[in-house]
């Protein structure tokens, strides 16, 4: 697996398939965040904060006591979502808010997020979800902000892969890390509403995956 340490990483979107690929991404990028003097925000569902408190524990990360200093935050996906509808612009800006604020204090932020919180009834359209990630996109370039968007394959349909896809200068996929060829965020937002379409099958993301793993190969 690439190191996550050695570089620049900006907006990176893990696809994983189970927690076990998941641990290996979260805990150290967490570790090492809050080792370099940087703040870490989590983003897991409302049911998984006890599981994640114990991985995290265990894998030498003192969580009482970074939550108590203000270097590490935990939000649930339900928390992410607004009652009356969830909205791009506005998300982005209570986001920033937050960014803002902690880079006053801290080294950098470091926000890392299952995007389960999209699968919370209503679900986000693949349309939003790929409007959302772009915006996101924009907001930390620039930033001394590193971010990680994690997408189960099995849960998430083949138009949010491909949404992700699209919104991600970076990919990881079965442990390896890959320049995104499908990047293309600032058109989405340039073009828009013309190109936030992310329709998908199964083929066309398998499609995209194989040619993710063919060009680190070449």
């Known amino acids: 697996m690439s190191d996550l340490r050695s570089e620049h990483d900006g907006h990176t979107c893990l696809l ?6 998941q641990k290996a991404v979260v805990l150290p990028f967490i570790r090492d965040g809050l080792r370099n003097g940087e703040h870490c925000l989590f983003v897991t569902s409302e049911r998984s904060v ?8 265990a894998f030498g990360i003192d ?7 203000g270097a590490f935050v935990v939000v649930t996906g339900e928390q992410m979502r607004q009652s009356a509808g969830f909205n791009s612009i506005v998300k982005a800006r209570e986001l920033w808010r937050l960014v803002e604020t902690k880079l006053v204090d801290f080294a950098g932020v470091r926000i890392i997020g299952d995007a389960e919180w999209a699968l919370i009834e209503p679900c986000l359209t693949a349309d939003q979800l790929c409007h959302w990630e772009a915006t996101a996109d924009l907001l930390y370039k620039g930033e ?6 994690m997408y189960d394959i099995n849960r998430h349909s083949p138009s949010d892969i491909r949404a992700a ?4 200068p970076m990919a990881q996929v079965a442990g390896r890390r890959y320049a995104n060829p499908f990047y293309e965020a600032a058109s989405i937002l340039d073009n828009e509403p013309h190109l936030n379409k ?10 995209m995956l194989r040619r993710l793993r063919s060009a680190l190969a070449s």
């Open 16 to 21: 994983y398939e189970d927690f076990n690929e």
């Open 50 to 57: 006890y599981d994640w408190s114990l991985e995290l524990q």
């Open 165 to 168: 896809l699209r919104t991600h």
């Open 63 to 69: 969580v009482k006591g970074e939550i108590e200093k």
């Open 198 to 207: 992310s329709d998908a099958d199964g083929s066309m993301v398998e499609g």
């Open 144 to 149: 001394s902000v590193r971010t990680i968007c």
